[in-house]
């Protein structure tokens, strides 16, 4: 006869391997991220403004300049912004757009005196921006630039 071996069958688990994180885990490197995030998105609006406020130095210069030299050659200082790209040759191929207020807004200072004694006539010496707003690296208004 045939012996009756009954087997055994082990009903211990193998250890179960967690794979995952953690709820805390993953609570903390959320909040690093937003932290992060915030940190680079101050930077970013910071390097918005002083990009724009590079902008308008560069425009103000060329325009001045294009102010000051049409004034030598003419021995008049232009009445209008629009002389420095209609006349021939033309001082400014076109008037940019003021950075601060997206348009072509410029406050034209005029003086009354004459720079020197060829000048025959008064008219614009310098451009300002047309925005009312305050520099924050500078505490200084973009009007008065």
């Given at each position: 006869?045939?012996?009756?071996?009954?087997?055994k069958?082990?009903?211990?688990?193998?250890?179960?391997?967690?794979?995952?994180f953690?709820?805390?885990?993953?609570?903390?490197?959320?909040?690093?991220?937003?932290v992060?995030?915030?940190?680079?998105?101050?930077?970013?609006?910071?390097?918005?403004?002083?990009?724009?406020?590079?902008?308008?130095?560069?425009?103000?210069?060329?325009?001045?300049?294009?102010?000051?030299?049409?004034?030598?050659?003419?021995?008049?200082?232009?009445?209008?912004?629009?002389?420095?790209?209609?006349?021939?040759?033309?001082?400014?191929?076109?008037?940019?757009?003021?950075?601060?207020?997206?348009?072509?807004?410029?406050?034209?200072?005029?003086?009354?005196?004459?720079?020197?004694?060829?000048?025959?006539?008064?008219?614009?010496?310098?451009?300002?921006?047309?925005?009312?707003?305050?520099?924050?690296?500078?505490?200084?208004?973009?009007?008065?630039?």
């Amino acid at each position: 006869m045939r012996a009756n071996h009954k087997t055994k069958r082990s009903t211990a688990h193998p250890p179960a391997v967690e794979f995952g994180f953690t709820l805390l885990e993953l609570m903390a490197v959320m909040a690093i991220l937003l932290v992060l995030i915030a940190l680079g998105a101050a930077h970013y609006e910071q390097t918005i403004v002083r990009a724009r406020e590079a902008a308008l130095r560069q425009d103000l210069d060329e325009i001045n300049h294009a102010v000051q030299e049409y004034t030598a050659d003419k021995e008049a200082a232009p009445t209008s912004l629009d002389q420095l790209v209609q006349s021939h040759p033309a001082y400014l191929g076109r008037i940019p757009n003021d950075p601060m207020t997206g348009r072509d807004d410029w406050v034209p200072e005029t003086c009354d005196l004459l720079d020197s004694s060829d000048q025959l006539s008064t008219g614009i010496c310098s451009v300002h921006s047309a925005s009312d707003n305050i520099s924050p690296i500078t505490n200084t208004p973009y009007s008065s630039w």
